[in-house]
């Protein structure tokens, strides 16, 4: 078995996996959080072939519900056509277990592409998930789908669409304003502070030349290239400062928003995009005796202490002149 050992804020995580590709493919998205040792972890990971074997064995204990959902005793078992499966387990101290495996990693079919692209998915349901809900249940941090930087300890956000420029733009940031990078896909937040999420920022081929970029990884995941930056260039957590709705139109422009029209715009959002614990297996916590709104105050509060604009840019912005208009915010 490969482990994987990790600290997020405080919430443990010990992953163990016979697939050594899928273990360097965690450790190398959760480098800021990798960690040699850790005691007690609240989260243990298990994936591997066997695993996934014996779980499809105790759901047949389980309450069937629908869409591949059942529920047991602190129990709830998921599995989809693709071929991932899940079980995991609650205890009372507010820890999870999970065991799990995607069968179609053993396809010899499968392209190189697709089995990354299984190893994103799974990294998603059977790690950030858990410490999604883990920090909010434990801290009350909640996530937002946003890229990040952070400047004199404050933080500027930007929300949208997934293909709206957000990566590329807090890239630009880092690299040639000399920024720090927190985020580009997940990000979190309480009422007083947004916290940095930093995997491997991916990027396209389109955006890798604007900025640059030589040193990138050739395979492709989701159509994008993934890209590492230094531990020197990040930052973990940052006070509220600028935050952007960016949407594209035909012309460039930035106007001002309140924290409502803010608020309003960002729950849109999510409900489109639909990629939080909340709209996975995790959403039948409940059903099993876990609330994970507990602590959690909604984004209202830090958006209150934030300056709010929306960002309009065309398809062929200019990234000197996007920052020099971001810059004049501050």
Request: proline content about 2%.
């Amino acid at each position: 078995m490969y482990k994987v050992l990790i600290n997020v804020f405080g919430v443990k995580v010990q992953l163990l996996t016979t697939v050594s590709e899928f273990a360097s493919f965690v450790r190398k998205n959760y480098s800021c959080f990798v960690q040699e040792e850790i005691k007690s972890p609240d989260i243990l990971v298990t994936f591997s072939a066997s695993a996934g074997q014996n779980i499809e064995i105790e759901k047949d204990r389980l309450k069937y519900i629908e869409g591949g959902v059942y529920l047991g005793n602190q129990k709830i078992y998921w599995e989809n056509e693709f071929g991932f499966r899940v079980l995991l387990e609650c205890s009372n101290n507010d820890k999870f277990r999970l065991e799990s495996f995607h069968n179609a990693l053993l396809s010899k079919t499968s392209s190189e592409s697709e089995k990354y692209e299984n190893f994103q998915r799974s990294m998603r349901w059977i790690i950030h998930f858990p410490v999604f809900v883990l920090l909010r249940l434990k801290q009350g941090k909640a996530v937002l789908h946003a890229s990040a930087v952070e400047k004199d300890g404050h933080a500027i956000v930007f929300c949208g669409f997934n293909k709206v420029g957000k990566s590329t733009l807090a890239m630009y940031l880092t690299k040639m304003k000399g920024y720090k990078f927190m985020t580009e896909n997940f990000l979190l937040f309480d009422s007083d502070k947004f916290y940095g999420f930093p995997e491997r920022i991916r990027m396209d081929i389109a955006s890798i030349k604007a900025l640059n970029i030589q040193d990138y990884d050739i395979k492709k995941i989701y159509g994008k290239h993934h890209i590492d930056l230094k531990r020197g260039d990040m930052c973990l957590s940052a006070k509220p400062h600028l935050f952007f709705i960016v949407t594209k139109g035909h012309d460039f422009g930035i106007s001002k928003l309140s924290a409502y029209n803010t608020e309003l715009m960002v729950n849109s959002l999510h409900s489109y995009l639909q990629e939080f614990p909340e709209n996975s297996y995790f959403a039948f916590l409940p059903f099993i005796g876990i609330y994970c709104r507990k602590g959690f105050n909604g984004i209202n509060h830090i958006l209150n202490k934030t300056n709010c604009f929306c960002l309009t840019h065309s398809n062929d912005w200019e990234l000197s002149r996007v920052a020099e208009e971001v810059e004049k915010c501050i």
